[in-house]
């Protein structure tokens, strides 16, 4: 039988910790060194841990250096795991941390089969999410723009009587105020508007080009299908598949659920069993869209022009599915409204139930090659 070492990794970004831990329960763990982050040092430890005799199978925890070393690795022919740090055991007594005693950490679990690896994409996923990142990144940066725009006015003794802000009667209130005191007052003014405008030109850009990009991808067969679901537009559907990638990795709707952190947190001993709020474990962004999704149920079901011009071309198993999902999904937002339930709660026991229908969607419908 072939014997294993297996080889925990601490990296950063200009050195990684490296420690082995020998087969068997009782096998030694011992601390190699710390080397450079680059591939020549990674290759020459390759070389020098192979060449004992043993096969060795490294993990490294997920962080900031992204996929890169693990890609190095698997196409060098050896095995290698990025573990999700959330799922790491942890010595409640344990205050010191060091790359060291990280890095030996690692190995011992690893052999311990202790660790959790996670699903790593490929690099023509990886782009998209960068690209779909990216964007969130300008909403939010939107965002603060607007506040800060407000709070300018607030401080002047400026404010817009209507409840609805940034409609285009807002705006023509804002670009009609009386003129500053002072110059540079109306320079922070101008500027501060000219911010919100220039990031709206880096969204409507980024808009066009994810809808571009999705077009020869190969999931683009699952984000056509995930628009048969009520309030799952391009946008949203591109994000699920680029955070969640192939779904097949899941064997039931619950894994999907568990994954996105829709599920209720539980501390249950004996005969004592308490429930309370969501994990939100996993992807945060991929669990915004799910619940950005979710208000539009709480319309009664009906199928719209535009929805219908949408999923016309689609299967019809996938366009009952998404009837399905309607009906049911309205009506579970009314019944848990009636009982007085707050809305974000209403909010996420929708999106979780819709994960199971995104998950039926998405086994059902073959990626392009």
């Known amino acids: 039988m072939e014997r294993m070492v297996y080889v925990g990794l601490d990296v950063h970004a200009e050195t990684i910790a490296v420690a082995t831990a020998d087969d068997g329960r009782n096998g030694d763990v011992r601390f190699y060194g710390i080397i450079e982050n680059n591939a020549d040092a990674v290759l020459r430890v390759t070389k020098r841990l192979s060449a004992t005799g043993a096969r060795p199978v490294f993990c490294y925890e997920a962080g900031p250096c992204g996929?890169?070393?693990?890609?190095?690795?698997?196409?060098?022919?050896?095995?290698?795991?990025?573990?999700?740090?959330?799922?790491?055991?942890?010595?409640?007594?344990?205050?010191?941390?060091?790359d060291r005693r990280d890095a030996e950490m690692l190995a011992r679990l690893w052999r311990a089969g202790e660790l959790?690896?996670?699903?790593?994409?490929?690099?023509?996923?990886?782009?998209?999410?960068?690209?779909?990142r990216t964007r969130k990144q300008a909403l939010e940066a939107l965002k603060i723009a607007k506040q800060q725009l407000l709070s300018f006015l607030l401080r002047h003794g400026l404010r817009y009587e209507r409840p609805t802000y940034w409609t285009k009667m807002h705006?023509?209130?804002?670009?009609?105020?009386?003129?500053?005191?002072?110059?540079?007052?109306?320079?922070?003014?101008?500027?501060?508007?000219?911010?919100?405008?220039?990031?709206?030109?880096?969204i409507r850009t980024l808009d066009l080009a994810i809808e571009d990009a999705v077009k020869p991808w190969r999931f683009a067969p699952v984000?056509?299908?995930?628009?048969?679901?009520?309030?799952?537009?391009?946008?949203?559907a591109a994000t699920l598949a680029a955070e969640i990638g192939d779904i097949s990795r899941f064997s039931n709707p619950r894994q999907l659920m568990a994954w996105?952190?829709?599920?209720?947190?539980?501390?249950?001993?004996?005969?004592?069993?308490?429930?309370?709020?969501?994990?939100?474990?996993?992807?945060a962004l991929a669990r915004t869209m799910m619940v950005e999704a979710s208000w539009s149920y709480r319309h009664p079901p009906r199928e719209r022009h535009l929805h219908l011009n949408r999923s016309q071309h689609l299967p019809q198993e996938i366009r009952d599915i998404g009837w399905k999902a309607q009906t049911r999904l309205c009506k579970?937002?009314?019944d848990l409204s009636k009982t007085g339930k707050p809305q974000p709660r209403v909010l996420t026991a929708v999106a979780r139930e819709l994960a199971g229908f995104i998950w039926d969607i998405a086994r059902k419908t073959p990626l392009s090659a």
């Not at 959790?116 to 779909?132: K, N, S």
């Not at 500053?180 to 320079?187: E, K, N, T, W």
């Open 67 to 98: 996929y890169g070393l693990y890609r190095l690795l698997t196409k060098l022919g050896f095995d290698c795991a990025v573990v999700a740090p959330a799922m790491i055991p942890r010595r409640a007594g344990d205050r010191v941390k060091t």
């Open 116 to 132: 959790t690896p996670i699903w790593t994409p490929d690099e023509e996923q990886e782009a998209m999410r960068d690209l779909i």
């Open 171 to 202: 705006w023509r209130w804002i670009n009609e105020l009386r003129k500053f005191r002072y110059p540079h007052q109306q320079i922070a003014f101008e500027e501060l508007k000219r911010a919100i405008r220039q990031i709206e030109e880096r």
């Open 223 to 236: 984000v056509d299908a995930l628009r048969a679901l009520r309030g799952v537009n391009t946008m949203i």
């Open 260 to 283: 996105l952190g829709l599920v209720p947190s539980e501390h249950s001993s004996g005969s004592t069993v308490r429930r309370g709020r969501i994990t939100r474990t996993g992807n």
């Open 332 to 334: 579970r937002y009314r």
